[in-house]
């Protein structure tokens, strides 16, 4: 059974930085596409960042250049730097991996952006 955990987030001004971490098990991350994911209050959820087996990153529009995945296969983590933060990044982040049928998410980890 896949377990995602995320933690990391927390609260930060605007133009801050935060790195939250992704802790997976019962996969090994080396094998698979890992993405973060963000949901804001009243909206859906949305893909924010993937990284591939070889490492190519691919990024939403609203994060690119700010924000930077990242993955350590032998602590089976997944990494999103995310700097300038702005309070439209305020959001509970969720990463997830590209396989099926896909993992349980996790409880996430809170992203909160004051301007």
């Known amino acids: 059974q896949v377990q995602l955990v995320e933690s990391g987030g927390g609260l930060v001004q605007a133009g801050g930085s935060l790195r939250p971490s992704c802790a997976v098990s019962?996969?090994?991350?080396?094998?698979?596409?890992m993405g973060w994911y963000r949901q804001a209050p009243g909206k859906e959820r949305e893909l924010v960042a993937r990284?591939?087996?070889?490492?190519?990153?691919q990024y939403g529009d609203s994060v690119k250049g700010r924000f930077t995945i990242s993955r350590d296969n032998a602590k089976n983590t997944v990494y999103l730097q995310m700097n300038s933060l702005k309070p439209e990044d305020t959001a509970l982040y969720y990463c997830n991996a590209d396989i099926l049928p896909k993992p349980d998410w996790g409880q996430g980890t809170q992203v909160t952006v004051s301007s």
């Open positions: 019962g996969i090994f991350i080396r094998g698979v596409r």
């Open positions: 990284i591939t087996t070889v490492g190519s990153t």
